[in-house]
C-alpha cells in the first residue's frame, strides 16, 4: 500500500514536472517564433537601410563637394572622390592617416586652438581653412565640420581658391575703375577752372597789345604795357602747368576681346547687386575690336549701377553685345546722344533696365560733370562722363532712351574705324590752312563777351575786319 | 535543485500558487523578478538556510551557465579584472543588441590599480546586490584565480539595490 502510494505520488510529481517543461517549451517555441519573426522584420529593415546606405554611398561618391569622416582619434575612415582630389590623392589613400595631414603645421594650430573648442561645444563649425595639397600647394577650402556623439566628425568641404582669386581680381579692377574716374573727375575740374583763367589772361594779354599799340614807343606806358604783357604770359604758363594730362589709360587702345570685357564688367556689377535684380546676357562667342578696355568697363559699370539703383529691389538688366542694334523702346519718350552716328559699326553693347527711367527733364544733364539725381554723397555725377571718354577715345556713338517708369536703354556703338585724337587735330589743321585768305573778313564767335570784345579789337587794329557774334545761339540738329 | 536536494523540493517550490508563472520557465523569457524572490523566500523556509547565501551559490552557477551557453561573450578578455571593469561598457551592451527590451543594474568602475585592485559599484532598481556578488565570485572561479583574489564587500545597502564591492590580489595566498 504504501509503495503504492509512493508510486502514485511518483507519477504526480513527474506528471507536474513534464507539465512545467511543457509548458516552458510551448512558451519557449512561442517566444522563439515571436523572436524570428521579429528578427525577420529587422532584416527587412536592415536591407532597406543597405540599399539607402548604398544609394547615399554612391551620392557622396558621386558630389562635386568633398565630403570625409574621421574616427574619435581624428583618422580618416571614408573619403569621397572630390574630396581626395582636391587634395591630390587617390580615393583610398588618406584612409586611416589623420587629417593633420592635410594642412601645414601653423594651420593645424590654429584649427585645434580655434576650431576644434568651438565644434565641439556647438557640435558645428563653418568657415574657410587654408590646405595643402600632395605637392605642397595651398588651397582654399570652405568647411563645415559636424562633431558626433561618439566623438567622430564628418567634414563637407569645396575648394574656393579660384574664386577667391577671380574675387580679388574683380576688386583690383574696381579699383582701377575708381582710380580712372578720380582722375576723370580731376581733369574735368583743373581743365574747367584752367580754362577759365586763360579767358581772363588772354582778355589782359590782349587789352596790354591794344594800350601797346595806343602808345609812344619807348614810353613808360608802353614798357608798362610790355610788363603787363610778360607778366599774362607768365601766368598763361603757369595755368597750363596746372592742366591736368589726361594722357592715362583711358585712351590706350588695344585689340580686346569685348566678350570678355562685358563678362569681365558684369562680375563686378554682380558684386553690387542687389538679390532681386536678374541679369540677363546675349553675347556672342567672341567680338574682337580695336578699342579701350578701361573707358568700355567703366562706362558699363556705371550705366549698371545707375540702372542697380533705378530698378530698387527686383527688375531685369539686360546686357546684349552683337554687330546690329536692336530697335530701342519703340516710343521712346526721353532720348539724348552724344558723338556722331555712322552708318557701320564694329560692335553695339546696348544695356537696358527696368527701372524708373529718365525725365525729359534729366536727361540733357546727364553727360554733365558733378549732375546727379542721387541722393547726396551717394552719386558723384561723374560715372556717365566715361561715356564722353568713349566718344572722344573710341569715336564711339553713344544713345540713351528712356520711358520714365518703364525703363532706360544705353547703347554704345563702336564706329568701325575710330579716329584717333592726333588725326582730327591734323584734320583740323588742313580745314584751317585751306579757309584762311590774305585779306579774309573774320566773323568773331566767343560766348565769352570779353574775350570776344577783346579779339574783335585785336584783329581790328591789324586791320582785318571783324565782326563778333557773342551771345549763346541755339543750334538745331537735324535727326 | 533536484540536483543539490531532491525533486520532490523542486516540485514543492515550483508548485507555489502565487506564481504566476506556475513554475514553468525557459531560458529564452523574462519574468518578473518577484518570481525569483518568491522562490528564494520558499527555497530558504524548506531548507533552512539563509536567503543571501542561496542568491550568492545562485550568482555562481548563472555565471557559469552564461558563459557555457555564450562562451565567445568574454573570450576576448585577458583577466578577470578586465571582463568587470568592462561588464557595463561591453557585456551589457551585447546583450541590450540581442534584447533591446532588458533592464540591467548599472555597474560602475570606482577605482582600478592595474592588475592589483578593482572597486565597483553596484546599482539597480531590484535588490539583486547578493546575486551580482555570486557573479563576481563566479567569474574569479571561472578565470582560476578565486584563491589568489579577497573579494571584500565594503557596502551593502540593507534592501540590496546598492552595494560596492572590493576586489584585490590575496597577500597571503601569494
Redesign the interface.
Known amino acids: 500500500m504504501t509503495m503504492k502510494n509512493d508510486y502514485s505520488e511518483r507519477i504526480a ?1 513527474l506528471e ?2 513534464l ?3 511543457s ?3 510551448a ?2 517555441e512561442q ?2 517564433e515571436s ?1 524570428a519573426s521579429e528578427l525577420n522584420s529587422r532584416a527587412q529593415q536592415l536591407m532597406i537601410e543597405v540599399d539607402r546606405t548604398h544609394i547615399l554611398s554612391v551620392a557622396m561618391e558621386s558630389a562635386t563637394d568633398g565630403i570625409a569622416l574621421t574616427d574619435q582619434d581624428g583618422l580618416f575612415t571614408f573619403m569621397n572622390k572630390a574630396h581626395a582630389s582636391m587634395f591630390g590623392y587617390a580615393n583610398d589613400e588618406l584612409i586611416g592617416q589623420p587629417w593633420s595631414v592635410l594642412y601645414q603645421q601653423d594651420e593645424i594650430e590654429r584649427i585645434g586652438n580655434d576650431v576644434m573648442p568651438k565644434l565641439f561645444q556647438d557640435l558645428s563649425w563653418r568657415g574657410e581653412v587654408t590646405g595643402k595639397t600632395r605637392s605642397g600647394q595651398t588651397i582654399l577650402q570652405e568647411i563645415v565640420l559636424t562633431a558626433m556623439p561618439d566623438g567622430s566628425m564628418i567634414c563637407s568641404t569645396r575648394n574656393i581658391t579660384a574664386r577667391r582669386l577671380a574675387q580679388l581680381e574683380a576688386r583690383k579692377t574696381e579699383l582701377k575703375l575708381h582710380q580712372a574716374e578720380r582722375q576723370a573727375a580731376l581733369y574735368v575740374l583743373g581743365n574747367a577752372v584752367a580754362h577759365d583763367f586763360n579767358n581772363l589772361i588772354a582778355a589782359i594779354s590782349g587789352y596790354a597789345t591794344l594800350i601797346e599799340k595806343d602808345v609812344l614807343p619807348g614810353s613808360d606806358n608802353s614798357t608798362w604795357a610790355q610788363r603787363i604783357q610778360q607778366a599774362a604770359n607768365q601766368a598763361s604758363a603757369v595755368v597750363r602747368s596746372l592742366e591736368i594730362d589726361r594722357r592715362d589709360d583711358t585712351t590706350t587702345m588695344a585689340e580686346v576681346d569685348l566678350v570678355d570685357l562685358v563678362k569681365t564688367g558684369l562680375s563686378i556689377a554682380e558684386v553690387i547687386r542687389p538679390p532681386g535684380i536678374k541679369i540677363q546676357v546675349d553675347l556672342p562667342e567672341i567680338a574682337i575690336a580695336h578699342a579701350n578696355e578701361l573707358a568700355i568697363s567703366r562706362g558699363m559699370l556705371n550705366i549698371a549701377k545707375n540702372a542697380f539703383d533705378a530698378m530698387g529691389e527686383s527688375g531685369t538688366l539686360r546686357v546684349r553685345l552683337s554687330r546690329l542694334p536692336q530697335e530701342m523702346f519703340a516710343e521712346p519718350v526721353v532720348y539724348k546722344c552724344i558723338g556722331k552716328p555712322a552708318h557701320e559699326y564694329q560692335w553695339v553693347i546696348e544695356i537696358s533696365d527696368t527701372g524708373y527711367g529718365i525725365s525729359i527733364e534729366q536727361v540733357d544733364k546727364i553727360f554733365e560733370p558733378f549732375f546727379s539725381t542721387k541722393p547726396f554723397l551717394k552719386g558723384s555725377g561723374l560715372g556717365l562722363i566715361s561715356l564722353i571718354g568713349l566718344v572722344e577715345t573710341e569715336s564711339a556713338f553713344v544713345e540713351v532712351s528712356s520711358i520714365p517708369g518703364r525703363g532706360t536703354q544705353f547703347r554704345i556703338s563702336l564706329h568701325l574705324r575710330a579716329i584717333t585724337p592726333g588725326q582730327r587735330s591734323s584734320i583740323a589743321n588742313r580745314v584751317s590752312d585751306a579757309t584762311l585768305g590774305e585779306t579774309p573778313h573774320i566773323l568773331v564767335v566767343e560766348d565769352d563777351p570779353m574775350m570776344g570784345e577783346v579779339l574783335q579789337a585785336t584783329l581790328s587794329s591789324l586791320e582785318h575786319p571783324a565782326d563778333s557774334v557773342n551771345r549763346r545761339i541755339p543750334i538745331r540738329r537735324e535727326q | 535543485m533536484s540536483k543539490h536536494w531532491s ?2 523540493l ?2 514543492y517550490v ?2 507555489l500558487d502565487s506564481l504566476e508563472t ?8 523574462t519574468y518578473a523578478h518577484s518570481e525569483l524572490v518568491l522562490l528564494v523566500n520558499r527555497l530558504s523556509a524548506e531548507t533552512e538556510t539563509e536567503e543571501n547565501a542561496l542568491v550568492n551559490a545562485f550568482g555562481m552557477f548563472l555565471f557559469a551557465h552564461l558563459v557555457a551557453q555564450n562562451p565567445s561573450s568574454i573570450a576576448g578578455f585577458g583577466s578577470c579584472l578586465d571582463l568587470l571593469s568592462n561588464i557595463e561598457s561591453v557585456i551589457h551592451r551585447d546583450v541590450r543588441n540581442l534584447n533591446p527590451d532588458a533592464e540591467f543594474p548599472i555597474i560602475s568602475v570606482l577605482e582600478r590599480d592595474g592588475d592589483q585592485r578593482l572597486v565597483l559599484q553596484y546599482d539597480s532598481a531590484r535588490p539583486m546586490a547578493v546575486l551580482a556578488e555570486g557573479l563576481i565570485v563566479g567569474a574569479l572561479n571561472y578565470f582560476g584565480v578565486a584563491e589568489m583574489y579577497r573579494l571584500n564587500t565594503k557596502f551593502r545597502a540593507p534592501d540590496n539595490t546598492r552595494a560596492i564591492f572590493e576586489i584585490e590580489i590575496n597577500d597571503h595566498e601569494e
Open positions: 510529481l507536474r514536472k507539465d512545467r517543461e509548458r516552458a517549451r512558451e519557449a517566444l522563439l523572436k | 525533486d520532490t523542486a516540485d515550483f508548485g506556475r513554475g514553468a520557465y525557459t531560458s529564452v523569457g
